[in-house]
């Protein structure tokens, strides 16, 4: 087998040339956003808001700061306002059942309009009323109707009392009532001159009294009744009087709104009622101690009852409403019914109740992040239940779990006409497809958003507008062609992959600005790639405190990494410490020891629970590629024991498989290992090197190591082959690799890299299975063989001496 | 007027002594006699005056109380009930409690001197035994009459018909203090205290109602020359009206009326004749001072 040659400095960096873009700076460009390479996400936001039957909501998917938000928005802001203006709503008072306030709806614009004039023809009508009931026609009827009823209860007793008269007997008024006594000169005839009268003169007085104790009894029994209905002569003068007063402002509201029914049924119910309660605008303000008694309070809340309390108004839309809730609580969404504290009791009424913003958002569209709606107590499952139900019903949560124990309202709820975009990881929406079962009832549409676009020049050209696109919205200094060419070869390295660029424009957006901050401290007009290179290097230096650390401490011997000799057992290999939105790459020493056993290999990072599950697997794979190369002839009798020296936390990962394999090769073979070259790459049971992740971190790792200690030309790292296209390295890396002084290494299999690691080939089997005795394979066969027969050996003594 | 931190209402500074030194008032517990304790605490307060409060127990309830077949029906039951004495004396001195708490209220407000008396017989003829000492008495128009009547009540009467005082007529929706004041002059010497009595009562900012009845028509114009003798130069609001022969009582009731301006001031010693003027308090729904002693002011 053939060893891979070092790869060559070109293929360590792809370049972006400045001169493929057809501008000089970003000013060119026309500053309007452009959303590439989410086709398929695009395509999936069309389709959810162009179906509209229920459920097709939409969930954005994808990690954070990939433009979700940016192009969701961006793409309903274009189709909002092409879109028709929904309806206003408001809430009013309900005559009938007062804790049941109603919803009016009315075309956009018009809630304002109907609460103004409200406002209006009540205030009006303090006027109106009061004049109304003063006026001299009103006073004179009214005084009419008392002495009607007055003249009618005195003619009777009157009748009465002159009937008495002409008998002698005198109509009294005692404290109690009335009485009736017989009198002589005007008073009443003292007791013993009335003994002194025949008994025939007593009962005829006696008996008189009687029958006009018997017709004051029937007078005062009508009494009442002619009360009740001098009242209701009354009462149906006031109506009259009120009535006419009323109707005139209440017409010419009517008429305003004549197209409305539903409005001019609410005029209509609120005339009857003011009507009914005109007395109430008759009351004059309250005095002082009535102010602290609270009655001034309840006479003001009586005409809240003639507001309009308008919840949603559309009087200043253009489209469709877009809403971004950004704080989506249960009763930011569904709105809320507020209390106001009154003598130490929570009171409230329809005009308390708050607008939520699916109340806003009715009729158009409604934008949640779902990580923020799903921590919100009761969100989730309000959000539910109003798509559900296609219909905004406000419940107050502190009713709800009765936290406050007062009386509450139950408004109409009002019918519910909305697109819901989520936006949120992925793991969120697999999550909830998994555990809830409403939320693919209700979120049938998924826009998937890619982590990374195509490093191609219409993607490098989308990056270019991206970077116009920020300038403009944050009126930044423009960037040249040099610094766009920077920040898409960085979008590359972030992507980690050459073929690829980020589609993360969070951190797109974050070096262009910080690449503006150093161009103005520089004084520069335009943003260059320096700049660009600067806030790079800047943000790499911020996060380094750790990584410095560790090299210290390696370079100080602390952390013990041999890079200049050779050593049997001991390897290099190559791991990433991922702290934040940083990550670097560090080598680590792995060692393994072989002796006597059964054919195991021991993992001390699985023994000690400090090795993920990933990692032990990569352990058991190289024990089955031992198995399957070595132990077909033989028994494999040894006991090998792997470790990742000097670690002090838990690793995960395969990517150090093949170090561990090649480790435990030289240990087997007594071959030693080159300690200036690291190695990284997984490996599977048939020996072949497989991909791993973060290859320039772990390049760059070493790289800095063996340049804090000297770079003589040996050193170098041994990548997987299938991770050729993921390298895209520092300029320094490039430089000392072109320079000959750094090499890496593309391997496919263990056998090419076990050659570069000790210089001697790896050998290939014969037809017999046996592989060359010089070889590194042979001596390993060599040596399992000798193990083999040691143990055989060990074992008949063993059973000898048992027997 | 004003207010004290307390409560106490003080009342206007006025110059000058007035022969009002004492004021009766009945006080039977009805709106109208409220009415008239309010009005009298104020004069007396205004006038340095003190006040004397009446109330007569009713010998004829008291006697119908011991008549055997004796019962009244209840207002609110329409059912009759026996009567007794005990009862009766009981609510009577109940009623005597209220009306003695009432002028005690009063006085306190326009810090007055006052005394209670208790009387019991008929009460027209207490009444004006128990106010002979007093320089005017206050009654209501009418007292606690079974039939309502808008007229005059029994002792009203009686004070009209049978006393040489000075009496005020009170009724309830008047106030001495809010009031303006229409006083009926004819040229006499009455008229002209009546005047003089008006000024005396009428408030800073009320207007001065003068109904001038000249006998013959014309001799308005000599009345006003003699009225501008008797109002003091400094008071604005003066109002003259003219009314020539008259003698009808429903005539100048009607003409009262229109004017509608609160307390009536009239002499039943001027021109004309008395019947007149009484037949006019009974019809009139005005508060009423009769002006017979010549002039309170001194």
Redo the contacts between chains.
């Keep these: 087998m053939s060893i891979p040659s070092a790869l060559h400095p070109d293929k360590l960096y792809r370049k972006c040339d400045p001169l493929e873009f057809t501008f000089t700076t970003t000013e060119e460009l026309d500053g309007s956003l452009e959303i590439a390479g989410q086709e398929r996400a695009l395509d999936a936001i069309r389709f959810s808001m162009g179906i509209l039957h229920d459920g097709f909501n939409l969930f954005a998917l994808g990690p954070n700061g990939t433009g979700k938000q940016t192009a969701v928005m961006h793409y309903l802001s274009g189709i909002a306002s092409q879109a028709g203006i929904p309806d206003d709503w408001c809430y009013v008072y309900n005559v009938e059942k007062p804790r049941h306030p109603s919803a009016l709806r009315l075309p956009a614009g018009k809630a304002c309009a109907l609460s103004r004039d409200m406002e209006r023809l009540v205030e009006a009508l303090f006027t109106v009323l009061p004049a109304a009931f003063s006026s001299e026609e009103y006073q004179a009827q009214e005084k009419a109707i008392g002495e009607q009823f007055q003249e009618r209860q005195t003619a009777a007793i009157e009748k009465l009392e002159k009937k008495a008269a002409e008998n002698n007997i005198a109509l009294i008024r005692t404290p109690a009532g009335f009485a009736f006594a017989p009198v002589k000169n005007g008073e009443v005839i003292k007791p013993e001159e009335f003994m002194l009268l025949k008994e025939g003169e007593r009962e005829v007085i006696e008996k008189e009294i009687a029958s006009l104790k018997n017709a004051m009894q029937s007078i005062m029994a009508q009494i009442p009744k002619w009360q009740r209905e001098a009242q209701e002569k009354i009462k149906e003068l006031n109506r009259q009087v009120a009535d006419f007063a009323v109707k005139p402002l209440f017409a010419e509201l009517k008429n305003n709104y004549s197209s409305l029914g539903q409005v001019t049924a609410y005029l209509e119910t609120t005339e009857n009622d003011i009507i009914e309660h005109f007395d109430r605008f008759l009351e004059k303000e309250g005095a002082p101690h009535e102010i602290f008694a609270g009655l001034s309070a309840t006479k003001g809340s009586f005409f809240n009852r003639y507001r309009i309390n308008v919840l949603v108004d559309n009087s200043r839309s253009t489209g469709a409403p877009l809403v971004f809730e950004d704080k989506p609580a249960c009763q930011n969404l569904v709105g809320d019914i507020e209390h106001l504290s009154q003598m130490g009791t929570l009171v409230t009424d329809f005009t308390l109740i708050k607008a939520g913003a699916l109340h806003r958002a009715n009729g158009g569209y409604l934008l949640i992040d779902a990580r923020r709606l799903l921590i919100e107590p009761l969100a989730w499952e309000a959000l539910k239940k109003a798509l559900r139900t296609r219909q905004i019903r406000i419940e107050s949560l502190a009713q709800l779990y009765s936290l406050v124990s007062t009386v509450s309202l139950d408004p109409e709820p009002i019918p519910l006409e909305v697109k819901v975009i989520l936006m949120g990881e992925r793991y969120l929406y697999y999550l909830l497809s998994s555990y809830d079962p409403d939320f693919s009832e209700l979120f049938k549409v998924a826009a998937d958003f890619e982590d990374d676009l195509r490093n191609n020049p219409e993607g490098r050209f989308a990056y270019a507008r991206t970077i116009g696109a920020i300038v403009e919205k944050d009126r930044l200094r423009h960037f040249d062609r040099t610094a766009v060419a920077r920040i898409v070869e960085h979008g590359c390295r972030l992507a980690g992959d050459a073929t690829k660029l980020t589609a993360h424009m969070q951190s797109i957006a974050d070096i262009v600005r910080e690449s503006e901050y150093y161009a103005r401290e520089n004084d520069r007009a335009l943003v260059a790639a320096e700049d660009v290179q600067h806030a790079i290097d800047a943000r790499t230096v911020r996060a380094s405190r750790i990584r410095e650390k560790l090299r210290e401490a390696t370079l100080r011997n602390t952390i013990l990494i041999d890079t200049t000799s050779e050593k049997t057992g001991q390897i290099n290999g190559l791991a990433v410490y991922s702290l934040g939105n940083q990550s670097f790459g560090h080598p680590g020493r792995i060692t393994a020891r072989v002796s006597l056993g059964k054919g195991e290999v021991i993992d001390i990072e699985r023994e000690v629970e400090m090795g993920g599950p990933i990692h032990s697997k990569g352990v058991l794979i190289l024990s089955g590629f031992l198995a399957a190369r070595f132990g077909m002839q033989q028994p494999l009798s040894l006991s090998a024991s792997l470790v990742f020296e000097q670690s002090y936390s838990g690793i995960e990962g395969d990517s150090a498989s093949s170090a561990e394999l090649y480790a435990l090769l030289s240990a087997l073979s007594e071959t030693p290992i080159r300690q200036w070259l690291a190695v990284t790459g997984s490996v599977n049971q048939h020996g072949e090197v497989q991909a791993i992740g973060g290859v320039n971190e772990k390049i760059e790792g070493f790289f800095d190591l063996c340049t804090a200690r000297g770079l003589d030309g040996k050193h170098g790292v041994l990548i997987p082959v299938s991770n050729i296209d993921n390298i895209m390295l520092r300029n320094d890396v490039v430089e000392a690799v072109k320079a000959g002084l750094f090499s890496i290494y593309p391997v496919s299999h263990i056998d090419e890299g076990i050659e570069i690691l000790t210089g001697i080939p790896a050998g290939e089997a014969d037809a017999d299975g046996l592989y060359p005795r010089e070889s590194v394979n042979g001596k390993v066969q060599a040596r399992l063989q000798e193990m083999a027969l040691k143990l055989k050996k060990f074992n008949a003594e063993s059973n000898g001496n048992d027997d | 007027m004003q207010q004290t931190k307390h409560g106490n209402r003080i009342p206007p500074e006025k110059t000058g002594s007035y022969a009002i030194r004492s004021i009766a008032v009945g006080i039977d517990c009805s709106p109208h006699s409220i009415a008239s304790l309010k009005t009298a605490a104020e004069l007396a307060a205004r006038m340095h005056a003190e006040l004397l409060g009446i109330f007569v127990e009713?010998?004829?309830?008291l006697?119908?109380a011991?008549?055997?077949?004796?019962?009244?029906?209840?207002?609110y039951s329409?059912?009759?009930?026996s009567?007794d004495t005990a009862e009766?004396e009981r609510?009577?001195r109940?009623?005597a409690k209220q009306a003695e708490a009432s002028l005690q209220r009063e006085a306190q407000l326009f810090r007055v001197h006052h005394s209670f008396s208790v009387r019991r017989g008929?009460v027209p003829k207490e009444v004006i035994a128990a106010a002979l000492g007093a320089d005017l008495l206050v009654l209501g128009r009418s007292g606690?009459?079974?039939?309502?009547?808008?007229g005059l009540g029994s002792t009203a009467r009686t004070a009209l018909s049978g006393s040489a005082k000075n009496v005020l007529l009170m009724r309830t929706g008047f106030s001495a203090e809010d009031e303006s004041v229409l006083v009926l002059y004819d040229g006499s010497e009455p008229s002209k205290s009546a005047i003089a009595i008006a000024i005396d009562l009428l408030r800073p900012g009320n207007t001065l109602h003068i109904l001038m009845l000249p006998q013959i028509e014309g001799d308005d114009k000599a009345m006003a020359d003699e009225l501008t003798m008797l109002i003091p130069a400094d008071m604005l609001r003066v109002e003259y009206h003219t009314l020539p022969a008259v003698t009808d009582s429903r005539i100048l009731a009607r003409y009262i009326r229109m004017a509608d301006s609160g307390l009536l001031v009239l002499s039943d010693r001027m021109n004309l004749p008395a019947e007149t003027i009484y037949n006019l308090i009974d019809e009139i729904d005005y508060p009423v001072l009769l002006v017979r002693d010549g002039g309170m002011n001194c």
């Design positions: 009713d010998i004829n309830l006697r119908m011991e008549l055997p077949f004796s019962q009244e029906i209840r207002i329409a059912e009759p009930e009567m009766l609510l009577l109940i009623q008929m606690r009459s079974p039939t309502c009547r808008k």
